[in-house]
């Protein structure tokens, strides 16, 4: 195994409409017989990545809430992970800060900017939000380490992002919601440290792959060896440039299989 892949969910693995991943399937088939790390790294909450996982038949680490938490799960391949605290049969490596501190602060500022986060809305409307069915809409909104939201005037984002600031906090988009989370979490950071705890235990490098399509994906493909972007369905392509950036030709999961499956017959 000289092989990671860190990957996003929403409009990248998964469809960003119809959440489907079924387009992906040859190729996930292909890295579990091959034993290959897939370490999903979403803005989604703990409990949606569990049901994913369980769908997908995997059991490897993941990072959730925009780099908030990386779950381990206890004995994984026999690593000594050497820091964070068990937790609901894992060892969770806390980046981010607890949900009380970060919703604490939107509550002290949402009404100045017209903000609506996932703690103030009915399950009905983070369903019309999301388009999730009502049991994973509820899996959304139980929230560790960061706050969706929305606002009435995203023009308004500059004056939220430096008052987030001065509270130890920061603001990043993803494809659907405005994130307010601790200011020393992302996914980046994340999937250094995932690849460190790797490193310690099997003292080998590793080719790292990224795969993603919105802004909070950004630190993570900066921090991979081979950044992979998949296009969003209208808007296209985030704009950026990187060195070695791979572009999928098509969006979700028949992009994402696409390229994945031609870097594994590459490496």
Known sequence: MRLIIFS????????????????????????????????????KTRHEVEQIRDIMAICDPFIVENGGGIYFPLGYRGFKIGRGEEKKGYTLVQLGLPYEQIRCFFISVQHRFGAKGFGDLPLHSIMELTGLPPDRAALANIREFTEPFLMDRDEDISALTQLAGEKGMKITCGGRFHHLMGIDQDKGKAVRTVCEIFYQNLGRDFITVGIGDSENDLPMLQQVDIPVLVPRPVKGYLDIQLPRLIRAVNPGCRGWNEVVGGLLDEL
């Open 8 to 43: 996003d969910l929403d409009g990248t693995l998964l469809n960003h409409d119809d959440y489907s991943l079924d387009a992906a399937r040859p190729v996930l088939d292909r890295i579990s017989q091959a034993r290959i790390p897939l370490i999903l790294t979403t803005s």
